[in-house]
């Protein structure tokens, strides 16, 4: 009796749709992580730095809470950490770790700074274990990156990583191209995702631009970088 309720063309069915029940459910807890991502950094970057206040700031704490880290308040000031992972695909094994990560510094009841980063975890980098993209906006951009306009990248040329940093003065496609972040690789399994601009692509447009006419072998110290072009 128990053999013709199991036979062989039963088992392989159920096995199949095991199968595609998780696959439905993985697709489905990327889709709810990269949603939720693009949700913070569309509140992050709609906040106006030197001019949002305190109440918009915490607006955003209650509304991420989920994925609120810290909140440490002073007497004066204000910080704010999210973090939205993707520890269950990590935890599987399908991808490696990847975290996006996003801060408001409020001071004096203004929002002083944001800032936010997407980051995946890559063993070929043994000195920074890791690629990225990580993006800083200040009220006033500070003294140890001042000098040469409102909106820099202090990034060595042939790290796995690009920062970006700017001030409220920068104009509007500036900051657009610094907050547009793509987060393909939060939930990418496989390979690749090994370059900054996979995760910041119109910033390390503006960068490459920027650095080539000193620095004409930009493109030969990043190899594979022709699809971001």
Not at 35 to 57: C, I, M, P, W
């Amino acid at each position: 009796m128990l053999r013709s309720v199991f036979k062989p063309r039963t088992i392989v069915g159920v096995f199949t749709l095991l199968i595609g029940v998780g696959a439905i459910f993985l697709w489905t807890y990327g889709w709810m992580i990269r949603n939720e991502a693009s949700s913070l950094l569309n509140d992050l970057s709609a906040l106006r730095v030197g001019a949002a206040s305190s109440v918009d700031a915490e607006r955003i704490a209650q509304r991420h809470r989920k994925y609120l880290t810290e909140r440490d308040c002073r007497a004066a000031a204000c910080d704010y950490s999210f973090v939205v992972t993707n520890s269950w695909l990590a935890s599987l094994h399908i991808e490696p770790d990847a975290h996006f990560r996003a801060s408001i510094h409020v001071e004096s009841g203004t929002v002083a700074h944001i800032g936010a980063g997407l980051m995946r975890t890559m063993d070929i980098y043994p000195t920074f274990g890791a690629s990225a993209a990580m993006v800083d906006e200040y009220s006033e951009m500070p003294e140890r990156y001042r000098g040469e306009g409102h909106f820099r990248f202090p990034t060595p040329v042939g790290k796995p990583y690009l920062k970006v940093v700017l001030d409220r003065h920068a104009d509007a496609v500036q900051r657009q191209h610094a907050f547009a972040f793509s987060f393909r690789c939060l939930t990418k399994p496989g390979g690749g995702c090994d370059l900054s601009c996979d995760y910041l692509p119109l910033a390390w447009k503006d960068w490459r631009a920027d650095l080539q006419p000193t620095f004409p072998n930009f493109d030969g110290v990043y190899p594979g970088s022709e699809r971001c072009r």
